[in-house]
């Protein structure tokens, strides 16, 4: 079992310290333990039940009520309100306590119920993004084990890959190709499968290349591919190396593929925007997507 101090219940549960220590003064909420040297913690079920209540109190439920209530009728409102509705920091709490305990069932249920409401796009970058920041933030504090991180990690993974799935037989495809190619220190596999799932989603033709290819592979998987273009990712120093000789290499290339850089450090090659186009953010390449689609159909029907 695991324990807690108040800080800790303030970061998972976004309920400032000050409140909870009302909570337990005035309505007897929770009651903290104490160690041997007379050190206040919370464990598990004060998490739970402090998660519950703040999710009861944001749907309009006064504490002086909930306090009063049976522990199964609080939980009988909280899974109604998980059947039916869709939250945004709601959802992100009850899917943060969802990962403290490991609970993939739970977890699951939130994620598809948002899914089922919003679609995967939304759910994605409002709702799993977040959680995976908050997560992080919250191992590097000591609040989650890495375990925790992992887990949700995971699951994510697993949900993009049965989106990506969906799209192997696109009802809308077109010629353009797109081949996405990783620098051998980028670790952003969860951003390269959304990116997979935006391509396949569009019926765009796609070729992944994992980071154990160089500029070699690469080139010469351009030219038997015939890509239109090159994603790629640079977030590290030594991927900004990479892609500067990616740019090089293209050049030579019979008909040069545009590479599209994601990152931190993207911006560092705008100066080469004869080849390269610096992608801000999933929206961007949406909308750049959208568009060479659109002169493309346009192209061919011309």
Known sequence: MAIYS???LEKLTGIKA????????RFGIINPKRTATNIRYYDDYDLKKITNISLLNKEGYKISAIS???????????????????????????????????DEIKFLHIVNRNIHQLGFDSTFEELLMPLLDKLHEMWL???????????????IKRKITQEIILFENPTRPNHLKFLLTMPEDENQELSRLFVEYILRKKGIQLLYLSNESDIKDVMDASLIFKAHFIITFINEDTSLTYATDLVQAIQHLPESPVLLVIGYLANQLSSYEKHVRVIKDFDDLNQFIET????SEKSQVN
């Open 68 to 102: 009063n209530m049976p522990e199964n009728a609080i939980e009988d409102l909280i899974a109604n309100l998980t059947e039916v509705e869709s939250f945004n920091s709601d959802s992100l709490d009850a899917l943060t306590l969802s990962v403290i305990h490991l």
């Open 6 to 8: 108040i800080a800790d």
């Open 18 to 25: 000050h409140t909870i220590r009302i909570w337990e003064k």
């Open 292 to 295: 060479i689609i659109h002169f």
């Open 141 to 155: 504090s000591g609040s989650i084990k890495k375990v925790h991180e992992e887990f949700a990690l995971q699951l």
